[in-house]
C-alpha cells in the first residue's frame, strides 16, 4: 500500500512563489498575420508593442485591435473607396510608407528636452487659439530674449534647438489630439456615458456636427469633448446618426452603455419618427432623450403680444438705423462722450444669441435721451417714439422683464448641471411670473425696477397694466406649454433622500437599500459635503440599484450648453488657412479636460522615428 503513497505527486501550495516550478502565466497578445495586407494593414512597434498600421492613411491602431473585423472595419468606414482593391495595391502602398519612413529616418535626430518644449508651447498656443504662426514669430525671440537678458547669450542660444515652425505647432497639436483622444475613449469604454450634440453652419458655410459626452470617472462625473465632425452633406438625422454611429464604432464604444442624449428641438434632431432621437432609439431603446432646457427657455420667451412686439420693431429698427451706417455711429458716440453717458454704443439684435434681446433693450433704454436727440438732429420718423411716454414705460417693462429672462437663462448655463437642479430653477420663475401678475393687477411694480424709476421721475400715470398683465400671462402659458407641469416632489429623493420619502415606483429591493442608506449617519454627513453626483456614486458601489437609479437622472446632459461654447471655440480657431482637420484637433486640445501625456507622446515619436 506504501508505494502507491509514495507515488502520488505531492501537492504544490498555491502560494508557494519561491518554487522554481512555478510557471508564471503570459498575458495573450495577438500577432501580426501577412494575410492582413489585403485589408490595408502592416505592422509597427511602438515601444515593446506589436500594432498595425494603416497603409493607406499610416495611422497606427491600438495593439487589440489586430483582429480582422476591426481592421476591415477600419478600411470600410474610414477608406471606403479602397474596400474592393486587390492586395497588389495595398503591398505598393506599404512599399511607398517604407519609403517615406526611410526619408524621415535620415533627419537630423532632435534633443528629447527640445521636442518635449516643442510639445508645451505648442500645448499653450492651442489652449490660447492662437495662430500658429505666433511660435516662431513671436514665443521664441521672446523667450531668447528673455534669457539672454536674464542669464546669459549661451544659454539662449540653446533655445534656437527647439523647433517651432507653422508645420511642426500642427503636427503637436495633431498628436496631442490623438492622445487625449485615446485617454478618454479608453476611460469611457465599458462604462455607461451620455451625450449632447449640436449641428451649425459656421461663417464659412461649413456644417460642423459636435459631440460632447459625459461619463463616471473615478468619484465624480466628467464632461469633454468626444468629436467635432463635419457635415459634408445634408445635416439631415440619417447624416447625423452615421457620423455619430461610425465614430462610436471606431472608438469601439457601445450605444447601449449612452443613457442619455440632448439635443435642440429641430426636427433633424427631436423628431420622434425620422428624427436623430428615434434612430438611436432603435438600436438603443433604454436612451433618455432631453429637450436643451436653455432652448425651450429662449422659445418660450420668444412670443410677444402686437403692442409689445411694435416696440420691439422699433427698438430693432432704431438700432440698425445708428449701428449700419459708421459715420451716424461715430456722430451718436460723440454725442453720449459729450452728455457723459456711462456707454457710447448701441448694440446690434441677433435673433440666435439668447441674451441679446435683454441686453438691446436695456441698453436702448439707458440711452433713450440720447438716441432722442440723435434721431431728431437727423430727422428720423422714429424720434416721436421716443417722445411719447407710452412707447417709453412699454420699452421699459420689457427691458426689465427681458432682464429677468436673462437671469434665468444664465443661472441654466454652465458645465455639470441636471435635471434636478435646472428644474428648480424653472419652477422658482413660474411662481415668480405667477407672483407678478397678482401684483400687477393691484397696481404694484416694485418688481420692474426700470418701469418704475420711469413712472415716478416724470410722475406719470400707469397706462401700461394691461398690457403687462396680458404679456405675463402668456409667458405662464408658454412656460406650461414647453415645461409641462411635473411633481415638484418626483426628484427630492435624489436632492435629499433622507427627508424625502421613496417614490411609489421604487422595487422591493430598491426600498430596501434606500432604507439602509437613510439610516446610515455617515451618509447623511456625507450628503452635505458633496456633490449630489459624488454622493450618488459611492452610493451605487454598496447599492447597486438605488444608486443606478438616481445616476440615471443625473447622468444625462439638461441642455446643449457645452456645444455652444463649442461653436464658439471655432469661430475663433477657423481661419482660411488651417484644414477642417486641423480645427477638430485644435478644438479638441483647446478644451479638453484631459492633459496631454507629454513624454510618451515624446517617446513615442523617438520609437517611431528610429523604426
Known sequence: MDKFVTALPAK??????????????????????????????????????????????????????????KLKRHLETTHPE???????????????????????????S?????????????????????????????????????????????????LKAIPLSNNTISRRIYDMSKDIEEQLNDKIRDRRFALQMDEATDSNKDCLLITYVRFIDADGLREDLLFCKQVTSRATADELFKIIDTYLREADLKWEDCVGICTDGAQAMAGRRGGLQALIKRISPNVQWTHCMIHREALASKQLSPDLHDVMTDVITTVNYIKTRPVKARIFSAL??????????????????WLSRGKVLSRVFELRDEIRIFLEEEENKLAHKFNNNKFLMKLA????????LNELNLQMQGSNTHLPHLADKITSFTRKLEMWEQRVTEGNIDSFENLKSFIEVNKLQNTVIPCMKAHISALQKHFQRYFPVQDPTQYDWIRDPFS??????????????????TSDSTMRLEVKSKTLAAFWIGVEKDFPLLGKRALATLLPFATSYLCEIGFSAVASIKTKYRSKLDIENELRVAVSQLQPRFEKICSMKQAHTSH
Open 500 to 517: 424625502a420619502t421613496p417614490p411609489a415606483e421604487f422595487s422591493t429591493t430598491e426600498n430596501e437599500q434606500f432604507i439602509d442608506v
Open 110 to 158: 532632435l534633443p528629447a528636452n527640445a521636442q518635449l518644449a516643442s510639445y508645451k508651447v505648442a500645448y499653450r498656443v492651442a489652449q490660447c487659439k492662437k495662430p500658429h504662426t505666433i511660435a516662431e514669430e513671436l514665443i521664441l525671440p521672446s523667450a531668447i530674449d528673455m534669457v539672454s537678458t536674464m542669464i546669459d547669450e549661451a544659454t539662449a542660444s540653446k
Open 397 to 404: 417693462y420689457l427691458s426689465d422683464m427681458f432682464q429677468k
Open 82 to 108: 479602397h474596400k474592393d482593391k486587390p492586395v497588389e495595391f495595398f503591398r505598393k502602398k506599404l512599399t511607398q510608407c517604407r519609403a517615406q519612413q526611410c526619408r524621415f529616418t535620415k533627419a537630423a
Open 336 to 353: 453720449c462722450e459729450e452728455m457723459g453717458s456711462d456707454h457710447t454704443a448701441v448694440l446690434f439684435h441677433s435673433e440666435s444669441r
Open 12 to 69: 504544490r501550495k498555491p502560494d508557494d512563489e519561491s518554487s522554481p516550478n512555478v510557471a508564471t502565466s503570459k498575458a495573450k497578445t495577438r500577432k501580426y498575420d501577412e494575410a492582413y495586407l489585403a485589408l490595408g494593414f502592416t505592422s509597427t512597434t511602438v515601444g515593446k508593442e506589436e500594432r498595425p498600421q494603416c497603409v493607406v492613411c499610416l495611422k497606427i491602431l491600438a495593439c487589440d485591435s489586430l483582429k480582422p473585423n
